[in-house]
């Protein structure tokens, strides 16, 4: 590949003409609203190396390098550095917990091993890439979380990180508007199952969840040897297992390999349908041959952030944040989570769950009938497709409008459950409670 030589003289990757490290490679991206080979040469000026664009117009000298498509190009360069290294990869993805999921996997694999990583949310045809890009010999292992919002988008992803082991945290109904359904969303995850039974080694499984068994099955996991199950139910498929101790507010379990209880953890974690995450790590850990104390002390250290199942204390409220994304399996777990645990003056502000289609209003009242039939008296929503449910509660338009309400009406001494999707940025309430 012509351009890896370039690549490993220059290894810094510039996607951002703002951004230009001295020395860099800069790809000139497109986008629905941009054009970057306009600002390579100001990317050049302002240090990167080389630029490669697509538009033979702005390459203007030697410094330019023009290709058929500079995505592609990308996607390209960052398969061949993979496979030129060899690392050992997992890929994970799943509709719900797939990024805690992602961060508490590195949290244990860290403490024995130099690991590379999804840095936040990178995980899509460009973040995969970018994150690839940054495997160096001395990684041991890598963590790659992949997203999709649309059919075929994980088989894309595989073809570019080839991973080698994978785990799907759990299929549920996200992104209906890409996925059309349920089967959409379970078709498209499976599309991991179906790469590493064809090119990789093995899969770790959540037996206990009936819909990756089906997926596995059918990609063609039939036989054991080639994954390795987990689950909080009985279930004599599962090598690991943990029984949740306590969740009041902070999740407490105690693991167990083929029932014989090996260690106990206190996690830093709200929810208890955080538990198959923690479990997940914990079969990880094991199977790359980390210590009990080491797959314990990662847990513990592991600290959530970026308003993922945060408890946040103010002066005035203890806050459980998750404001960085909803659909209704999430948001199902959260209410459920939040109406068993024992604490006195709950409120819930929830905010509307996108990409859902046609299937928006009905999921919505779903979720409203939930908050119902748990008895829960102190309820805000915010956004349209809450304010067009049949409820009782209180409803705003928009997150100003609910922050000039919160000011007029002070809460005090709440519990306060937060969660919407996050092009709802509830975040903004967070100052006011």
Do not use: W
């Not at 949310?121 to 979380?145: C, D, F, R, S, Y």
């Not at 499976?190 to 080694?201: D, I, M, Q, S």
């Amino acid at each position: 590949m012509q351009l890896y030589p370039i690549f490993l003289q220059h290894p810094i990757i510039c996607t951002d003409s703002r951004i230009c490290p001295e020395g860099s490679l800069f790809f000139a991206l497109k986008g629905d609203n941009f054009n970057a080979n306009a600002f390579a040469l100001p990317a050049l000026e302002k240090g990167c190396a080389y630029a490669v664009v697509d538009e033979a117009e702005y390459a203007i000298d030697e410094r330019f390098i023009l290709v058929d498509d500079v995505l592609e190009s990308l996607q390209q360069l960052a398969a061949y550095h993979r496979k030129q290294l060899g690392t050992p990869i997992l890929g994970i993805t799943g509709t719900n917990g797939k990024t805690t999921t992602k961060e508490l996997i590195a949290a244990v694999l860290q403490e024995k091993y130099t690991i590379l990583f999804t840095q936040g949310n990178l995980n899509n045809h460009i973040g995969v890439p970018l994150t690839l890009l940054q495997l160096k010999p001395e990684h041991q292992l890598a963590v790659i979380e992949m997203g999709a919002n649309h059919p075929g988008e994980i088989k894309q992803l595989c073809e570019i990180a080839h991973p080698d082991y994978g785990i799907i945290t759990n299929v549920g109904k996200a992104h209906l508007e890409g996925f059309g359904s349920l089967e959409g969303v379970m078709k498209s995850k499976a599309e991991l199952y179906e790469h590493v039974l064809k090119n990789g080694k093995l899969i770790f499984i959540n037996t206990g969840n009936p819909l990756l068994e089906q997926m596995a099955f059918e990609a063609g996991f039939k036989r054991p040897g080639k994954k390795i199950g987990y689950s909080l139910e009985s279930d004599y498929e599962a090598e690991y297992s943990a029984m949740i101790t306590d969740c009041s507010p902070y999740l407490h379990m105690k693991c167990s390999l083929r029932d014989e209880v090996f260690f106990e953890v206190e996690t830093q974690l709200i929810g208890s349908y955080n538990a198959e995450n923690v479990l997940a790590a914990v079969a990880i850990g094991d199977y790359f041959e980390l210590s009990d104390l080491q797959i314990k002390e990662g847990l513990e250290k592991y600290n959530p952030q970026n308003n993922r199942s945060q408890l946040t204390v103010t002066e005035h409220n203890k806050l459980v944040v998750d404001t960085y994304n909803a659909n209704p399996t999430s948001m199902r777990a959260a209410i459920m989570n939040f109406a068993q645990m024992e604490v006195a003056h709950k409120t819930l502000i929830l905010g509307d769950m996108f990409e859902l289609g046609d299937q928006s209003a009905v999921e919505h009242q779903h979720i409203v009938n939930l908050l119902q039939q748990n008895r829960f008296k102190n309820v805000l929503l915010v956004g349209k497709d809450f304010k067009n449910t049949v409820n009782s509660f209180h409803n705003f338009s928009t997150v100003s409008d609910l922050i000039d309400y919160v000011k007029a009406n002070p809460l005090t001494n709440n519990y306060i459950l937060i969660k919407g999707s996050r092009g709802m940025k509830l975040e903004k309430v967070l100052t006011s409670l």
